[in-house]
């Protein structure tokens, strides 16, 4: 696939991506039944570390069962549109910029695949407790770390595509390639830090935000990113 092709499809999934992430907005029940940390329903059942507080968080009677239908609905958007759109998003914006540095493009897909896989991995712990709420110690550690390797991975290929956008030393692309890369480094300290702090997921929002105004800009003019399209 050519950088100029490679950019038209990104954008395609780009815009696919922020539909499906909009979309969760849309599923009515995914308000926490009990204490969540500040978080969404939806991040705080990801990362909850004992099956105590993902009782909290379900709380009891009309709630709980709203609540865990609007997950299970949530479940479905996330396997079925939102991770194959991002990943695609992702992987695409770092092959239309691969011919920039091939290992660094490379090594971004990669990471970007294997969360991918991790990511439906979580889908299938998530409905697991889900059906024996409030799950098991084992389940509830699997989900965490797991979670936790997932946003490791997706915050070093932002990384990778920043890189790649950096290398042109244009203004341009090093200041796409510098929003793009302090959003990663930001995501890169919360994994390390906290992940419960709210600001992990808008540091993530901010990087791929950036790295969408990029892709409408490589699909219109691939050359500003792209020397060889």
Known sequence: ????????????VGIATFIASTAFGWIAGLAPCGPSGGLGSIIAFELARKPAEVAALFGSGACRTTLAAAQDRALLLDGLAFIPSYSAFLILAAAALRRRG????W?????????????EIEGGLLHAILRDLPGTQTLV???YWEARAKFLLLALAMLGTGALLAAMRRAGPLIAGAIVSLGALMSLWFVATDMHA????QTYLWSWTALLVIVIIGAIWPRVFSTDS
């Open 141 to 143: 550690d699997l989900l």
């Open 102 to 105: 091939p290992v660094i493009a």
């Open 1 to 12: 696939m050519s950088p100029a092709a490679a950019w038209r499809w990104c954008l395609v």
């Open 198 to 201: 709210p600001a992990l997921m």
């Open 107 to 119: 090594l971004a897909i990669a990471a970007t695949a294997t969360a991918a896989i991790l990511d």
